[in-house]
């Protein structure tokens, strides 16, 4: 699951996160300033992410694979820990600032950059393999 924030919105990468989306079939979601950046009426958004308004944010806790997105570990993600997300789960974080990489949690991952750049070369990538398999 791809939660994106708001430095998804400073960097403009709804273009970007819709072709990673499309390409990939991975399920995102917006939270603060990056609300809009896909449309919540597009298949692969669930919308804003809130456990406490929104259900699918539950689905979090059975990722096996958690993409921050220019989202910061804090308490709106439960700093990235259990119950929210699973202890078992990768957790991949990109972010304009290193600092905020592994900020709680350490992370199988850590890319600093641009969010609109950094989505449109993984959906690039991804767009090289097969996606065909999933649903």
């Keep these: 699951m791809i939660i994106v924030g708001s430095a998804g919105a400073y960097s403009q990468s709804g273009e970007a996160l819709e072709n990673l989306i499309e ?3 991975v ?14 009426a597009h298949p692969y958004c669930y919308g804003f992410f809130d456990s406490g308004l929104n259900q699918a944010a539950k ?7 958690v993409v921050l997105l220019g989202r910061k570990q ?4 439960g700093y990235a820990m259990a119950p929210v997300v699973s ?14 990489i592994g900020r709680n ?9 641009d969010i609109s750049a950094v989505a449109q070369q993984l959906a690039d990538e991804a767009a090289k393999h097969s996606w065909s398999d999933l649903p």
């Design 74 to 77: 804090d308490l709106i993600v």
């Design 23 to 25: 390409t990939t079939r």
């Design 59 to 65: 689905l979090l806790r059975e990722a096996d694979v």
């Design 105 to 113: 949690r350490g992370v199988g991952v850590g890319i600093v950059g």
């Design 87 to 100: 202890l078992e789960a990768t957790v991949i974080q990109i972010d304009p600032s290193e600092a905020e």
């Design 27 to 40: 399920p995102l979601m917006t939270e603060g300033d990056a609300r809009g950046l896909v449309s919540d």
